[in-house]
Nanobody, 118 residues
């Protein structure tokens, strides 16, 4: 069974920071996590889910233009945990944030809500 549990969201003022975490559980998935590219996605109200950052098993990262220079993705394979450090947050970053594989995804978790006030 695959389970992804996101946490760390909240309400923050524009210019602030948040750090999101995602723990992957399930005995088989813990091994899969280590060798897969993982990613953070977000879905704003009324919009499609979009990929914002990804990281390969070897640590190579990629970002969407909208978050480049402000967000940093990282992973701790020993803890089966994915992180997203978000700095200089903007109101347009408001969304529910999810983690999952990339490009192949597993069952989506509940996500964690990020609200950035202006």
């Amino acid at each position: 069974q695959v389970q992804l549990v996101e946490s760390g969201g909240g309400l923050v003022q524009a210019g602030g920071s948040l750090r999101l975490s995602c723990v992957a559980s399930g005995s088989i998935f813990r091994n899969i996590f280590r060798i897969n590219t993982m990613a953070w996605y977000r879905q704003a109200p009324g919009k499609q889910r979009e990929l914002v950052a990804s990281i390969t098993s070897g640590g190579v990262t990629d970002y969407s233009d909208s978050v480049k220079g402000r967000f940093t993705i990282s992973r701790d394979n020993a803890k089966n945990t994915l992180y997203l450090q978000m700095n200089s947050l903007k109101p347009e970053d408001t969304a529910v944030y999810y983690c999952n594989g990339s490009p192949n995804t597993w069952e989506w978790g509940q996500g964690t809500q990020v609200i950035v006030s202006s």
